[in-house]
T-cell receptor
Framework: DGGITQSPKYLFRKEGQNVTLSCEQNLNHDAMYWYRQDPGQGLRLIYYSQIVNDFQKGDIAEGYSVSREKKESFPLTVTSAQKNPTAFYLC?????????????FGPGTRLTVL | SQKIEQNSEALNIQEGKTATLTCNYTNYSPAYLQWYRQDPGRGPVFLLLIRENEKEKRKERLKVTFDTTLKQSLFHITASQPADSATYLCALDGSSYKLIFGSGTRLLVRP
């Protein structure tokens, strides 16, 4: 089955800790994205990557970091610098970057800071 | 500033009726507009894409219109079913080929 997987589904973190969210896709897509979703709000773009070893900041990159060492993988680290990290995090991919390409989303990771 | 507006109030309709959801935007001139469905606690699923030179697009019971003069897209579900209950998100192309998402409208279809 082709698709995107995210793990874990639920994640709890203590304040001051870094945490890494996993995102893997086997769709052979070039572009990958990380979004954050808060209740009653739209998806906000954190980081995106058009190709391996390259990534760009989105609209709310502060306090987050990413890597793209493999085409299939785009992990997101939520650092202690992120002031309000409790949210639902969604990873997505598309064949190429651009709004004419549909995005395929993973099931999401719900992060709660205790 | 750029803005996408979807009705934050839930749309509550009777099974079998047509649901119509609205997406308005300001200070954009999108070439593409997409609609997604999102169920609670899950990732969005792509439904339809419409280009600026297309007035209407259909897929089974779904229809999307794109009026670049009114800066509005309408999303219709005909013969709605309880299984259509979900949140529907519109998204359009922002700068640097990124997708900008609206906050979504929740649809409730009563049996």
């Amino acid at each position: 089955d082709g698709g995107i997987t995210q793990s874990p589904k639920y994640l709890f973190r203590k304040e001051g800790q870094n945490v890494t969210l996993s995102c893997e896709q086997n769709l052979n897509h070039d572009a990958m994205y990380w979004y954050r979703q808060d209740p009653g709000q739209g998806l906000r773009l954190i980081y995106y990557s058009q190709i391996v070893n390259d990534f760009q900041k989105g609209d709310i990159a502060e306090g987050y970091s990413v890597s793209r060492e493999k085409k299939e993988s785009f992990p997101l680290t939520v650092t202690s610098a992120q002031k309000n990290p409790t949210a639902f995090y969604l990873c997505a991919s598309s064949i190429f970057q651009g709004a004419r390409n549909e995005q395929f989303f993973g099931p999401g990771t719900r992060l709660t800071v205790l | 500033s750029q803005k996408i507006e979807q009705n934050s109030e839930a749309l509550n309709i009777q099974e079998g009726k047509t649901a119509t959801l609205t997406c308005n935007y300001t200070n954009y001139s999108p070439a593409y507009l997409q609609w997604y469905r999102q169920d609670p606690g899950r990732g969005p699923v792509f439904l339809l894409l419409i280009r600026e030179n297309e007035k209407e697009k259909r897929k089974e019971r779904l229809k999307v219109t794109f009026d670049t003069t009114l800066k509005q897209s309408l999303f219709h579900i005909t013969a709605s079913q309880p299984a259509d209950s979900a949140t529907y998100l519109c998204a359009l192309d922002g700068s640097s080929y990124k997708l900008i998402f609206g906050s979504g409208t929740r649809l409730l279809v009563r049996p």
